[in-house]
């Protein structure tokens, strides 16, 4: 199967601080990003979207910039909330079957 | 919006018995489904594609004939782990795309925890 099968990196940030997560994607041809949220022992929860179209988009508390020179994606989490502590994944979709493949995910730790 | 049902939430087997997990679609048709397993702290590894009425297209290294995937109906993928063995002990999550959807509609279930004895 696809994935990268590394343990997680960890990112600690103090409450009420912006976060900044990684993710760098594998494949050029990827048209669609997706960022997931998932908290232990749960699926996956969707965040935040974007198409290979554009570079930049907002949500609530969230914006997710895409730079396809270089095959990265990042989210940026305004204000930071205990709430917000859980593991964070990108996934791209990729080729014309629509399956999405996981990039590595990044433990976020929200210290109060 | 879109629920994806999996069932069950856990499940204990035997070394050597085959479980099976489901995954439905509550309020949508999924003519695409997806599994996934997922170790400890580890990313989820897409294992197949489910397509309706046809076969499943599995990733490189799955084993097709250890994991069994039956997409009989528009709402139901069922996955078989057949003749577990504790290095199957896994996250099992499945992925359905509701067409509907303005993202794409991928909608995840909840996951399945096996554990192998």
């Known amino acids: 199967g696809e994935s990268v099968g590394l343990h997680l990196p960890t990112l600690s940030v103090q409450e009420g601080d912006n976060s900044i997560i990684n993710c760098a994607y594998s494949?050029?041809?990827?048209?669609?990003f997706i960022w997931y949220k998932q908290e232990s022992g749960k699926g996956p929860q969707f965040i935040i979207d974007?198409?290979?179209?554009?570079d930049k988009r907002q949500g609530q508390r969230v914006t997710v910039l895409l730079n396809k020179t270089v095959k990265h994606l990042s989210l940026q989490i305004a204000a930071t909330q205990p709430g917000d502590s859980a593991v964070y994944f990108c996934a791209e979709k990729t080729g014309n079957t629509g399956k999405l493949i996981f990039g590595q995910g990044t433990t976020l730790q929200v210290k109060p | 919006g879109a629920v994806v049902s999996q069932h069950p939430s856990w499940v204990i087997c035997k070394s050597g018995t085959s479980v099976k997990i489901e995954c439905r679609s509550l309020?949508?048709?999924?003519?695409?489904m997806f599994w996934y397993r997922q170790f400890p702290k580890q990313s989820l590894m897409l294992m197949a594609t489910?397509?309706?009425?046809?076969?499943?297209?599995?990733e490189q290294g799955v084993e097709k004939d250890k994991f069994l995937i039956n997409h009989a109906s528009l709402t139901l993928s069922t996955l078989t782990v057949t003749s577990a063995h504790p290095e199957d002990s896994s996250f099992y999550i499945c992925s359905a795309r509701d067409y509907r959807a303005r993202h794409y509609g991928y909608t995840f279930g909840s996951g399945t925890r096996l554990t192998v004895v």
């Open positions: 974007i198409r290979s179209n554009m």
């Open positions: 489910s397509n309706e009425g046809s076969k499943a297209t599995y």
């Open positions: 309020d949508f048709q999924a003519t695409t």
């Open positions: 494949n050029s041809a990827s048209d669609y």
